[in-house]
């Protein structure tokens, strides 16, 4: 644990390795634990760390109400305290906009970015949230939730892969018995955390940056659990999924503009896609960071790298 300020004390996992800093940053609602059976592949080339957000899992402090600077400067707190100059920010969705802001605030010590299906673009994310299509609800008994294995199995359903037992209990809560007792972090403060309305200023960052998106081909990418659908959730689903890749190819559009930045797109695949294909996102994270160029330019210079269209989904619920 790490304390950065008064009351507040961030979770850092450090999954050891040596050579440059690899920085993990978990999606809204997770942990740092998120990564521990993805992040240590990489140990082999660079030391390699995650940071939990304050408010999340065993991070103490409240999340700020729609304050991203609050949350960069928490990133940066930390690398201080652990003495750790330029790092390499890898990020999985909500993330995408402290990695984005951190880059634009500190570009001397960006030494890359690497949005896991975080690159996207929230500016109009209250307009969006409004006309968003609201996902068919899932089938939850009460048998789901009475124990950690049956938490296990209902996540899995749900999301479509299978975390790691490390994140499922730093995120929800159980007795001595294992019997399930709610979420850590509530609902209200995770919505604190999603509000406002942010542009990803691609334009003022510098170093050379990596977006994965994954890219939704069918209603199970979008909702893992169709198959228990009856027509009318199906139909519900199907008016998701277009708006979804709506929201994909735009974002996506936006962040390719920019010549330090490159794209790689992985069809089929859900918002989790590093824990569903940990294999095809490793060797592309590997592939961006093993290029030489991943050296911090100066910031009056960018490295010119043409978008990897290789193998070429996220919408207002999807932080």
């Known amino acids: 644990m790490t304390r950065i300020a008064p009351g507040v004390t961030l979770e850092v996992v450090d999954w050891g390795g040596h050579g440059s800093t690899l920085v993990f940053l978990a999606g809204l609602g ?5 990564f521990d059976d993805f992040a240590p592949q990489f140990t082999d080339s660079f030391h390699v760390v995650g940071i939990t957000r304050r408010g999340f899992g065993a991070s103490a402090g409240a999340p700020p109400a729609a304050d991203l600077d609050t949350l960069v400067a928490d990133i940066t707190e930390t690398l201080d305290t652990l003495r750790l100059g330029s790092v390499t920010l890898v990020g999985h969705s909500i993330a995408g906009e402290e990695m984005t802001r951190f880059a634009e605030l500190n570009p001397a010590r960006c030494r890359g ?16 949230a409004k006309v968003q299509p609201p996902a068919p609800q899932p089938r939850i008994s009460p048998a789901d939730t009475v124990s950690f294995n049956s938490i296990r199995a209902v996540y899995a359903r749900i999301l479509g892969v299978r975390e790691p037992d ?15 007792l709610g979420e850590v972090t509530a609902d209200s403060l995770k919505g604190r955390l999603a509000s406002g309305n942010r542009v990803a200023r691609y334009d003022q960052v510098h170093c050379r940056a990596l977006a994965i998106y994954a890219v939704p081909d069918s209603l199970a990418d979008v909702v893992p659990y169709y198959a228990e659908l009856d027509s009318a959730g199906r139909a519900q689903g199907d008016s998701l999924l277009r708006f979804v890749a709506a929201v994909v190819a735009g974002s996506r559009a936006k962040f390719a503009r920019f010549p330090q930045n490159t794209v790689v797109d992985v069809h089929g695949a859900n918002h989790f896609v590093f824990l569903q294909r940990p294999v095809e996102v490793a060797r592309a994270v590997r592939s961006f960071l093993s ?14 790298e043409p978008h990897d269209t290789t193998n070429q989904h996220t919408s207002a619920a999807r932080r």
């Not at 997770?30 to 998120?34: K, P, Y």
């Not at 970015?113 to 969006?128: C, E, G, N």
């Not at 490390?166 to 399930?180: G, H």
């Not at 991943?294 to 490295?303: E, Y």
């Open 30 to 34: 997770g942990t740092a634990h998120v």
């Open 113 to 128: 970015l690497v949005y896991i299906d975080a690159a996207y673009d929230r500016s109009r994310i209250d307009t969006l």
């Open 166 to 180: 490390s994140e499922i209990r730093a995120t929800v809560r159980f007795d001595s018995a294992d019997r399930f």
């Open 291 to 304: 290029n030489q160029r991943l050296v911090r330019q100066p910031a009056s210079v960018q490295s010119v």
